[in-house]
């Protein structure tokens, strides 16, 4: 089994940055990319940032494109979410998930396409 633990996360004023870390552990696993979503009270969750490994191609939600940037250290088994310029609006628990080759067809911006997840680490801007 392979295990995703995210931290970073935090309070935070408007306008300051956070970056939040997702570590993969236990057996091992071929990633093709890796994906952050986030999920805010009484919302679904929804696509925040996406990394595809082979050619690192990545994608980003309109609502946080310029602002978040999604990384990833191999040496460390590490990805990344830098954000910058936090706004009120982007509190939410942030989720880490996995993909293998067998989703590699599957849109990256959809949340079925990734074979594991983590728990979430909670972000909260405050105003």
């Known amino acids: 089994q392979v295990q995703l633990v995210e931290s970073g996360g935090g309070l935070v004023q408007a306008g300051g940055s956070l970056r939040l870390s997702c570590a993969a552990s236990?057996?091992?696993?071929?990633?093709?990319?890796e994906g952050w979503f986030r999920q805010a009270p009484g919302k679904e969750r929804e696509f925040v940032a996406a990394?595809?490994?082979?050619?690192?191609?990545?994608h980003y939600a309109d609502s946080v494109k310029g602002r978040f940037t999604i990384s990833r250290d191999n040496a460390k088994n590490t990805v990344y979410l830098q954000m910058n310029s936090l706004k009120p609006e982007d509190t939410a628990v942030y989720y880490c998930a996995a993909r293998s080759f067998s989703y590699r067809y599957t849109d990256p911006q959809t949340d079925v396409g990734y074979d594991y997840w983590g728990r979430g680490t909670q972000v909260i801007v405050s105003s």
């Open positions: 990394l595809i490994r082979n050619g690192g191609t990545t």
């Open positions: 236990g057996r091992t696993f071929s990633s093709y990319g």
